[in-house]
């Protein structure tokens, strides 16, 4: 394991470590409305402050960003791209579906490592460029399933922008049609997770920040997978549309955002 995986995984654990402790036990004057729809608690903040701190002493000259607005300006052109506590919605309905989401991503924009961890059933995924995806230190593969009728698919819906509803629900019917089931977990880094290690067949979503999504396309691509945005390009950080699976159910789902979402790329945020 690099020092970097080693590092990140340990920050991981540590702010794992902080929800177990909160899970169930959140009080009202702990949750803030951040925006509409959009909600912070006390442990995304102690969650991020724990990983910032490990991740800065280790790497003073990297660069930091994380979705509670911890940013660090470092020279070495490295960027760690942390989500706190992907899911927190969940996290404050006590539903056990929640993550901790870091990457570490290079100046010429390549992923290098991610770990994603599930801490309520104590699941740690890791991934490495070149060096292949693992859950608990075991290797993981994509799924090898082609068949539709037998595909499970995940996926994220809208819940603050609405102008894409209408092409949203326009896919996802057809999506239905051409699969056994879908589900909609609320974390997009456990959906990418589960699709690296074959749980789900593949995984779809619109407009993701990176914090939700990086350490999960790695571990998909690590795992064999294919990833890309909407219209097919590797670089999924332009539109923050993600498309994930395996070269079946990638294919079915690109083709059917090709003619759902037209001309995303004319309107990047």
Same mark, same amino acid.
């Given at each position: ?20 402790? +909160? ?10 409305? +951040? ?33 509670? #607005? ?40 390549? @992923?290098?490592? #991610? ?14 460029? #070149?060096? #292949?995806?693992? @859950? ?134």
């Amino acid at each position: 394991m690099s020092r970097e995986l080693d590092t990140a995984v340990k920050a991981a654990k540590a702010a794992g470590e902080i929800t177990l402790r +909160k899970f169930g036990e959140l009080s009202s004057r702990e949750i803030v409305q +951040k925006e509409f729809k959009d909600f912070v608690t006390e442990v995304d903040k102690a969650c991020e402050a724990a990983i910032s701190s490990q991740i800065t002493a280790a790497f003073p000259d990297d660069s930091m960003l994380c979705e509670e #607005g911890t940013i660090a300006e470092g020279g070495s052109g490295r960027t760690w791209i942390v989500d706190p506590l992907d899911g927190t919605l969940n996290f404050i309905h006590s539903f056990p579906v929640f993550s901790i989401s870091i990457a570490l991503q290079d100046a010429d924009g390549e @992923l290098l490592c #991610g770990v994603v961890l599930q801490p309520v059933l104590d699941e740690l995924f890791t991934a490495m460029k #070149g060096k #292949g995806a693992y @859950l608990n230190g075991k290797p993981v593969s994509i799924s090898p399933r082609t068949q539709k009728e037998a595909f499970l698919i995940a996926t994220g819906l809208p819940f603050r922008e609405y102008h894409y509803l209408d092409s949203y629900v326009a896919m996802l019917k057809e999506v239905i049609h051409d699969s056994a089931g879908i589900r909609r977990a609320g974390s997009a880094a456990i959906d990418l997770a589960y699709t690296a290690c074959g749980r789900f067949d593949g995984f779809w979503e619109y407009k993701l920040y990176p914090w939700d999504f990086a350490a999960g396309v790695l571990l998909v691509r690590e795992a064999g997978g294919t990833v890309t945005d909407f219209e097919g390009r590797s670089d999924v950080f332009g539109t923050r549309s993600i498309i994930a699976g395996n070269a079946t159910t990638h294919s079915m789902l690109l083709d059917k955002a090709l003619n759902h979402f037209p001309g995303i790329s004319a309107s990047r945020p």
